[in-house]
T-cell receptor
Framework: DVKVTQSSRYLVKRTGEKVFLECVQD?????MFWYRQDPGLGLRLIYF???????EKGDIPEGYSVSREKKERFSLILESASTNQTSMYLC?????????FGDGTRLSIL | KNEVEQSPQNLTAQEGEFITINCSYS?????LHWLQQHPGGGIVSLFM???GKKKHGRLIATINIQEKHSSLHITASHPRDSAVYIC??????????FGTGTSLTVIP
């Protein structure tokens, strides 16, 4: 079974802090994704990566950056957290078939 | 503009009822996915379809490529089926698009 692990289930940070969300998958998947999910808006793609050191902007990349130094790890970075980045963040990976999702990180920015 | 539209947004059913959730999309696709999200956040992939029909237990997913439409059916619904069901498509341009989800509550 594919396992996608996100480093934290719940996280509380302050405005202006630099925030790191980590995601690790154990199935050698090339494609990894970061989404945020907000009520009434569904899942929105922030960034995705199709290989090590490769990244592509999704629908809402502003205020975020990503890092993919190793195939199994895809990090989402909030350079200077703002209250409108309070959300549920979901990581997913795929080889090209179904996406496998982590359990999500509920991030609150105070 | 939403590339993927789901209906209904919210659905309440009595235990045992047959349930249908609909998904329409506007882009050319290579695959369509049905996802299930339980309270607490975890998302599970239920089906991946590119044509026809798939069945897994009490869940059935169908797709009509010509009409750009898919349905997810749940037979003999149970309270443990209560979740948000999300339709997602992978376009021929390799983009992923998601519906906003259908929140299902099954009452005992």
């Amino acid at each position: 079974d594919v396992k996608v692990t996100q480093s934290s289930r719940y996280l509380v940070k302050r405005t202006g802090e630099k925030v790191f969300l980590e995601c690790v998958q154990d199935m050698d998947h090339e494609n990894m994704f970061w989404y945020r999910q907000d009520p009434g808006l569904g899942l929105r793609l922030i960034y995705f990566s199709y290989d090590v050191k490769m990244k592509e902007k999704g629908d809402i990349p502003e205020g975020y950056s990503v890092s993919r130094e190793k195939k199994e790890r895809f990090s989402l970075i909030l350079e200077s957290a703002s209250t409108n980045q309070t959300s549920m963040y979901l990581c997913a990976s795929t080889l090209g078939g179904p996406q496998h999702f982590g359990d999500g990180t509920r991030l609150s920015i105070l | 503009k939403n590339e993927v539209e789901q209906s209904p947004q919210n659905l309440t059913a009595q235990e045992g009822e047959f349930i249908t959730i609909n998904c329409s999309y506007s882009v050319g696709i290579s695959a369509l996915h049905w996802l299930q999200q339980h309270p607490g956040g975890g998302i599970v992939s239920l089906f991946m379809l590119s044509s026809g029909k798939k069945k897994h237990g009490r869940l059935i997913a169908t797709i009509n490529i010509q009409e750009k439409h898919s349905s997810l059916h749940i037979t003999a619904s149970h309270p443990r089926d209560s979740a948000v069901y999300i339709c997602a498509v992978r376009s021929t341009g390799n983009q992923f698009y998601f519906g906003t989800g259908t929140s299902l509550t099954v009452i005992p």
